[in-house]
């Protein structure tokens, strides 16, 4: 059964269509919740023509996600970075049969509303663009198709929950091919999940409503998360994993699966790159495969990758504090 | 007796199809373990299986280089219960097509004598919950969860319709073999794995 903590029964995303069979719902908490939890142990990777989604579709991805630019191509191009083409986003509906996602600007409500109109299949509400409204991310109750959203943190992760994500992600940092930002915020997040429980756990009602006014957001949505001891929704790794031993490191620290940018397709080797990585997150607990997978490729066309450090542009912060 | 069940545990819905099967079986009072199963040798000591959803594309890709796809059909075949749920009823069937993109050459099981579409309601936005029933395994009312579901075109001879919605057949039987194109590890009621845990219990003896 799905946790529904934090869903608004009130959403306008959630539409009633009348049939001689009876009326149907659609848009609910758990048709969104429901369908990340169809991507979980897969791989959804970036992808930016009809020809790099079929490569992924092969290779036994759960879903692609449609950019413009690869998240590399992003920092080194500059200027603004927007929604992608919906002529590409449609052509590789067309073209695979797993599901297609995209990217929307951070608050562009109209961006957004274009992408549920063109039918794709779940919308990721990305710093990896240029946001539009720092301050107030979509209002996701809204939309009957689900949202993804990045977090670096338990309390930024509640607030998207609350907002209406359907799904969360680390941010990582993005484009750069190093994995080191992922692993802190997802080690952040489990560390924090962590002591809710054992608050939780303690019958301290007044430390969890402290707790929720730290966070941000409403003492139900903490006290439930509390309860579970895990976020409510399904929680992926992304930013910087380029490697089939980065993938299967981050689903031993309890990812639900993994979102490949750069890694992939920036990769001088992509078509055995993406089955590595696939293999080495379905089989992340036998080391024996994930040393198969890492076999697979070759160090020499990896990436080159960055150092997060010396960044001028750290998209993880973008749309952090709101 | 103690009945062990496995859940296919490649890709997708396999938390939710252990916990609903747990549950099944302390209200049937039951003994019985519930696993989640991904290679040839766990499969092996199965006494009935759940494929859950999840990309049916993924699914068999990854079954297939583990072999765990042979064992899965040798054990359907010398009468082991199988539950599959959506892409896992793609995975039972003899062909799937998509709605869209049209044939898949991806690995089935090919042990269902059913045509499936895939995507047959539409994409995500077109996902929906609705109240359907199985009369004929005396489940009357069930709240149907479908998610970028398959709906079976065609049945072969011995195919037991279970559920149809819309005039889409979406619930199956042949012996041993079910398959659903809606979720019912994500609701509630477990009544559906419930009828399972008893064609597991009676195929033991």
Known sequence: MLPLSGERI?????????FDSGDILRGTSTLKRGFAHMLKNGVVMDVTTVEQAQIAED????????????????????GVARTASIRIIEDIMDSVTIPVMAKCRIGHVYEAKVLEET???????????TPADESHHIWKWDFTTPFVNGARSLSEALRRIEEGAAMIRTKGEPGTGNVAEAITHIKKVNDELRSIKTIYDSGDNQDLVR??????????????????????????????????????????????GIFVGSGIFNADDAKERARAIVLATTFWNESEKVKEAQKMIDERQSMLGLDVKTLELRMQERGSSA | MSLT???????????????STKIALQELGEEGTVVGVKTADDISKLDGLIIPGGE????????????????IKEKIEHGMPVLGI?????????????RVVGKTDQPLLDLLDIKLERNSFGRQKESFEAEISMNSINITKFNGVFIRAPSVSDVGSGVDILSKFNEKIVAVKKG??????FHPELTKDVSLHKYFVNLIKKSKK
């Open chain 2, 5 to 19: 069940v496995g859940v296919l545990a490649i890709q997708g819905d396999v938390h939710e199809n252990i916990m």
């Open chain 2, 56 to 71: 049916s594309t993924t699914i068999g890709q990854l079954s297939l280089v583990n072999s765990s796809l042979k064992i």
């Open chain 1, 119 to 129: 039918d794709v299949d779940m919308i990721d509400e990305s710093e990896v663009l």
């Open chain 2, 86 to 98: 959506c892409a896992g009823m793609i995975m039972l069937s003899k062909t799937a097509n998509d």
């Open chain 1, 59 to 78: 290779a036994g991805a759960v879903s692609v996600m449609v950019l413009d630019k690869l998240p590399s191509d992003v920092r080194k191009a500059g």
């Open chain 1, 211 to 256: 707790m929720a006014r730290e966070f941000k957001v409403s003492y139900d949505l903490v006290e439930e998360t509390a309860k579970l001891g895990r976020l409510p929704v399904v929680n992926f790794a992304a930013g910087g994993i380029a490697t089939p031993a980065d993938a299967a490191y981050l689903m031993s620290l309890g990812c639900d």
């Open chain 1, 10 to 18: 009130d959403a306008k995303g959630i539409i009633t269509d009348k």
């Open chain 2, 176 to 181: 041993n073999m079910i398959g659903v194109a």
